[in-house]
Each structure stands twice: as structure tokens, then as C-alpha cells.
T-cell receptor, first 114, second 110 residues
């Protein structure tokens, strides 16, 4: 049974704190993604990684950074959390190659920044 | 910029009714996907359509890809409470990126 796990389901942080969101997949997938999901806006891509130590900015990278030191783990970092980063954060993984391969999602982390 | 627009945004129906939700774009996509997201969970893939005019069936769900590959629809026959969730369409945006529509939130009342 394939699995993408995220370190926390719910997280409450204060403005200015550094926040780490961890994602682990057990499918040996090359590609990993971080999205945020807000009502009426759908899933917006923050960053993605197509291989270990490789990363690319998505559509809304400002205020975020990522790290992928191992194939199975992709971390999202909020350097200095702000209230407008309150959202649901979803991690996904996908095997590499051409075409629209299936993305497997984690359960999400609901982050509240006070 | 490629966009996927989904309609309606919200749908509340009685068990047993039929419904159709739409995913439209002004851009051509090589393929489109439909995902369902249940409360408290991440999206799960339902289907991928790759050929213009293609129709795929998954039990009571029928997916259609438009001839011009710019739009898709999802039809549910005899909806059940277990169909409740957020339905998202997604398309390949080039490179490694996928773009998602904002979703249709479906609520099926028993």
C-alpha cells in the first residue's frame, strides 16, 4: 500500500517563527511537490523537486524554501511565518518520466499562524 | 497562463439524483485527470483521460474528455452519500508541473 506521510496533521505557530513541514514517501518516486490549498483557489504549487537535491519554484514560492537531501523526504520551510501563510499544506509524490503520472498525496497539514 | 475553471463551485443534492460537473479551459491539454478529496484527506486519483472524445466509466462515474482536449466533464449517476467530497480536475502544464482547478464541492444528502 503506497504511502505519503506528513509530520503533523495540525500545527499552530506564532508570527515570525520558523516552521518545518516534513513529507516522506515510500514509493521511490523521483518527483515530490508541496502545494497549499485555500478555499476557492484550489491547489497552488509552492515548490517541487524532480530529484534528490534538485528543486524548482512553483507558482507561489515567496516566503518558503525547501530541502530534499534524501529521495524519500521533502521538507517545506517557512523562514518567518506570517498570518497569510495560514492554510492547508499538501505534499505529493509522483514517479518521474513523461506524461501526467498519478500524484499520491499525503493527508495534509493544517497550519494556523497567529 | 493555463487555467482550469470548474463549475459549479458547490453542489448539494439528494441521494439518488444525477449530476454533472465541468472542467473548462481555453488551453489544450495532452491529458486531464480527476481527483476526489474527502474531508481531512489528500486528493486521490479517479481517472486520467488522454484522447480527445474519450469516455471512461468507473462504476457510477462517467468521465468525458472534449474533442478539442480543452474541457472535461464528470457525470455521477444515482449519487450516494459516499460520493460527498471535493472533485478536482488537473492538467499537465509542462515540465513537471500540474495545474489544478479550484474544485467542485459535492454534498449528497441521505
Amino acid at each position: 500500500d503506497v504511502k505519503v506521510t506528513q509530520s503533523s496533521r495540525y500545527l499552530v505557530k506564532r508570527t515570525g517563527e520558523k516552521v518545518f513541514l516534513e513529507c516522506v514517501q515510500d514509493m521511490d518516486h523521483e518527483n515530490m511537490f508541496w502545494y497549499r490549498q485555500d478555499p476557492g483557489l484550489g491547489l497552488r504549487l509552492i515548490y517541487f523537486s524532480y530529484d534528490v537535491k534538485m528543486k524548482e519554484k512553483g507558482d507561489i514560492p515567496e516566503g518558503y524554501s525547501v530541502s530534499r537531501e534524501k529521495k524519500e523526504r521533502f521538507s517545506l520551510i517557512l523562514e518567518s511565518a506570517s498570518t497569510n501563510q495560514t492554510s492547508m499544506y499538501l505534499c505529493a509524490s509522483r514517479r518521474g518520466g513523461e506524461g501526467l503520472n498519478e500524484q499520491f498525496f499525503g493527508p495534509g497539514t493544517r497550519l494556523t499562524v497567529l | 497562463t493555463q487555467l482550469l475553471e470548474q463549475s459549479p463551485q458547490f453542489l448539494s443534492i439528494q441521494e439518488g439524483e444525477n449530476l454533472t460537473v465541468y472542467c473548462n479551459s481555453s488551453s489544450v491539454f495532452s491529458s486531464l485527470q480527476w481527483y476526489r478529496q474527502e474531508p481531512g484527506e489528500g486528493p486521490v486519483l479517479l481517472v486520467t483521460v488522454v484522447t480527445g472524445g474519450e469516455v471512461k466509466k468507473l462504476k457510477r462515474l462517467t468521465f468525458q474528455f472534449g474533442d478539442a482536449r480543452k474541457d472535461s466533464s464528470l457525470h455521477i449517476t444515482a449519487a450516494q452519500p459516499g460520493d460527498t467530497g471535493l472533485y478536482l480536475c488537473a492538467g499537465e502544464a509542462g515540465g513537471f508541473k500540474t495545474i489544478f482547478g479550484a474544485g467542485t464541492r459535492l454534498f449528497v444528502k441521505a
